[in-house]
């Protein structure tokens, strides 16, 4: 799946790379503190620990870079025609009225009513128009999604993400 950022969702991503590579910094010198000037690393306990949880911290790091390296910056069309980024979306979900807003990637806040594209309830309304039914599975059950109104990013997208 392509990866689209807002561009405060990009700049939020680069935060969290410098955040990561601190993170490592600080795994690696306890790496080497626990080796000590004898650099000690057999039967080390404090220094294979410290090394392994570098190991997983550099694995999350390149997944950060990589989403960087493959995604792309994506402007939120203001229109209401379909479901896509940035577009908040009045359905019915089964029997129940809800009110979601589509976010770029990594953009989700559920208390406010934000989720990402990525989500399996976003990745299925994408696309679809004012009227559209589908039935789709979310957990372990069959539910019927009808669109009832798309509202532009400008109605709350753009205060919530790209002022926020």
Known sequence: MQIFFSKKGLELKKVQIVAQED????LQKEAA???GVSYDWHDN???EEATRQAEIELESLAKLRREIKDGKIIEPEEQNQKVAIGTT???LLGEKEAEFTIGAYGETDPSNGLISYTSPLANNLLEMHVGDSKTISLGNRQVIITIK???PPSYKYINVVMKG
């Not at 993170?23 to 600080?26: G, L």
Request: no cysteine; aromatic share 12%; hydrophobic share 55%.
């Open 89 to 91: 979306v009045k359905l």
């Open 149 to 151: 109104s798309i509202l």
């Open 45 to 47: 306990f404090g220094y």
């Open 33 to 35: 503190d626990a080796a």
């Open 23 to 26: 993170k490592i910094k600080v």
